[in-house]
């Protein structure tokens, strides 16, 4: 499920800022990424199963591995895990309230902290 109106799609920032500050914020860049697209990870283990709050980008002219890349990010999701298939993101998944307060803080406090290092100002 996508969360809208986060104001975190639209934004660029280098890769190492984004590193660091979603790092602050329990999202995991990990392995989750190739030469031109990263994914954050946050994980939530709650009674209802495992979730993902997902956070991606993209970088049209650069190498992600060189750490020196500029990352436009995109609309971000949450999707629950289903083992050994994998994660969906369908609207008709059941997410519960706290989960998605929580991925909406999260968000915020991301955004507002990621304001400073905007590029696409």
């Given at each position: ?97 706290g989960l998605l307060k929580d ?19």
């Amino acid at each position: 499920m996508d969360i809208l109106n986060t104001g975190i799609e639209g934004i660029v920032a280098d890769l190492s800022v984004l590193d660091d500050i979603m790092t602050k914020h329990d999202l995991v860049r990990a392995g989750q990424w190739d030469y031109e697209r990263v994914t954050y990870d946050k994980k939530y283990v709650i009674k209802e199963g495992t979730y993902y709050l997902r956070v991606f980008g993209y970088t049209p002219d650069e190498d992600i591995g060189t750490r020196e890349a500029v990352i436009h990010l995109k609309t971000p999701a949450v999707g629950k895990h289903y083992y050994p298939h994998g994660v969906e993101y369908g609207e008709d998944e059941i997410y519960p309230e706290g989960l998605l307060k929580d991925c909406k803080a999260t968000l915020k406090a991301v955004y507002e902290e990621l304001q400073a290092f905007n590029l696409a100002k």
